[in-house]
């Protein structure tokens, strides 16, 4: 069970010949495992999905699926994989139940079998009451579990998870990420999922690349980034200038910024065993603190080391969402 079931070698997408999505992508995507791709708007995460699913074909390097390669047996490959899509594909005139249906048939599922799968993967999602009713009726949380067991009618080994949760609120967000990892331990596929959303990776996958215009900049489990970082940061905010100037000379600190207005960022390995020094050296020189605050490392921050700025001025996940939405209803 521990087989690599994905790898690429510099695996590379440019566009029309100008606009480089994917470079060198070097990714090994053990078997069973949920692995995450970690990436700002563009960083090359929809295109990497598109060419393991032999959706689109690289203009460089290789890949295996399921050890078929993408560029010469995609039709192997087709067979052994799920796509749930960052845009809806359900059709809104169908209910659940016949979505489903329609996808089986496109698979070649045997009837009867497909009725089962479909009765088993409805209840995985707690979706059998809504099951036979239109789709235009789900609400936004509904229809995303709906795309996301439209991907599991035929029974694939692995399963590519687009967005799966991008503009649902967080309570909805979190009601989905037990419902992926149900599917996992239930069904036992390997899941490739891309997000926005840090704090999903790190709940979901077992390990993550990070990646940004369309190279991986670091990859490890979200405990392994986050350690990498070796760092807690304490937020010390002091009354006046000049002792904001004196705590910067601290022993114990890994690094430490200036972040304005009297107040210093210190980084350390673990502010559980530095806190009491910091606390000692403040009241020896008798600094008069505003505010005191200990953060310890998030994947966000993990993504900020690496890519040098914040995902959430990147995000535009929500709005982009609505947009799609619109566009969809506009259309109709
Ligand atoms: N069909 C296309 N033709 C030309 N350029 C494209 C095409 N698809 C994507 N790109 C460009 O390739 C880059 C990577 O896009 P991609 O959609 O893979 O990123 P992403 O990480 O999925 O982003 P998002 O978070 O917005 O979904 C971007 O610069 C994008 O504009
Ligand atoms: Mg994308």
Known sequence: MNGTIIETKNLTKV???KIKAVSDLNLEIKEGEIYGLAGPNGAGKTTTIN??????????????????????????????IGVVPQDFTADEDLTGRENLMMVSQFY???????Q???RTLLKLVD???????????????????LELIIGLVHEPRILFLDEPTLGLDVQTRMQMWNYVKEIQKRLNVTIILTSHYLEEIDELAA?????????VLITGSPAELKTSLKGDIITITLSDQQSAELIKTIPDAVEVTDAGQNTVKIKV???????????????????????LTVVKPTLDE???EYTGRSIREEEGGMDRMKVAMNMRRARR
């Open 15 to 17: 566009y029309n010949g």
């Open 51 to 80: 060419m393991l699913i032999t959706r689109i074909a690289p203009t460089g390097g290789t890949a295996t699926v399921g050890g078929f390669d993408i560029a010469k047996n995609s039709l192997a490959v087709r067979k052994l």
């Open 108 to 114: 070649d599922v045997p009837r009867a079998k497909a």
């Open 116 to 118: 089962e799968n479909i």
């Open 127 to 145: 979706l059998e009451e809504a099951a036979d009713r239109y789709v235009r009726t789900y609400s936004g949380g509904m229809r995303k579990r």
């Open 207 to 215: 390990r993550v690349s990070i990646i940004d215009h369309g190279k």
């Open 269 to 291: 390995v673990n502010a559980d065993d530095s806190l009491p020094a910091i606390i000692n050296f403040i009241s020896q020189h008798k600094l008069s603190t505003i505010k």
């Open 302 to 304: 993990v993504f900020l």
